[in-house]
């Protein structure tokens, strides 16, 4: 014959974990819908900072405005962005910071693989009226005070 006081305690600690666990079921529910919370306020945490990254970056690489001139108009021309580039003295990567592009995309567009977008082109008719020397302030401004590498 089985020890009665074994099968007593057995059948005590069998009751007993089923009601912890029914006890603490709406606690594992409750742990599971915060963890899914924050999970999600972290997705969203890390899309705003590189919003905000992103916003940065662009920051400093205000367009200029067009003289006067209406944007609608502006036609774009390669050899125009080749030769506002060589006249201003800038590399490709400088140029694309006062516009607020890559230099990968001064690139193409200098060889006719892609095309600035209307607000670009916009930026780009602002330059006309721009100097070296604005140029430079600029790129001073954005890097603060790093040097601007210049194309001869």
């Given at each position: 014959?089985?020890?009665?006081?074994?099968?007593l305690?057995?059948?005590?600690s069998?009751?007993?974990?089923?009601?912890?666990?029914?006890?603490?079921?709406?606690?594992?529910?409750?742990?599971?819908?915060?963890?899914?919370?924050?999970?999600?306020?972290?997705?969203?945490?890390?899309?705003?900072?590189?919003?905000?990254?992103?916003?940065?970056?662009?920051?400093?690489a205000?367009?200029?405005?067009?003289?006067?001139?209406?944007?609608?108009?502006?036609?774009?021309?390669?050899?125009?962005?080749?030769?506002?580039?060589?006249?201003?003295?800038?590399?490709?990567?400088?140029?694309?910071?006062?516009?607020?592009?890559?230099?990968?995309?001064?690139?193409?567009?200098?060889?006719?693989?892609?095309?600035?977008?209307?607000?670009?082109?916009?930026?780009?008719?602002?330059?006309?009226?721009?100097?070296?020397?604005?140029?430079?302030?600029?790129?001073?401004?954005?890097?603060?005070?790093?040097?601007?590498?210049?194309?001869?």
């Amino acid at each position: 014959m089985p020890n009665i006081a074994a099968i007593l305690k057995q059948e005590i600690s069998r009751v007993a974990r089923r009601e912890v666990r029914s006890l603490t079921k709406s606690l594992h529910k409750a742990s599971a819908q915060y963890r899914r919370d924050i999970a999600e306020l972290k997705r969203r945490n890390a899309k705003a900072q590189a919003e905000i990254a992103r916003l940065e970056r662009s920051k400093g690489a205000l367009p200029p405005k067009a003289n006067g001139a209406d944007t609608e108009n502006v036609r774009f021309s390669v050899k125009s962005v080749k030769s506002q580039r060589k006249r201003l003295g800038v590399s490709a990567g400088d140029f694309g910071k006062v516009i607020g592009v890559s230099a990968a995309t001064v690139y193409n567009w200098e060889h006719g693989t892609s095309k600035p977008r209307r607000t670009q082109l916009a930026t780009l008719a602002g330059l006309r009226g721009l100097g070296k020397k604005e140029v430079r302030e600029r790129l001073e401004q954005m890097n603060g005070k790093g040097s601007s590498r210049l194309v001869r």
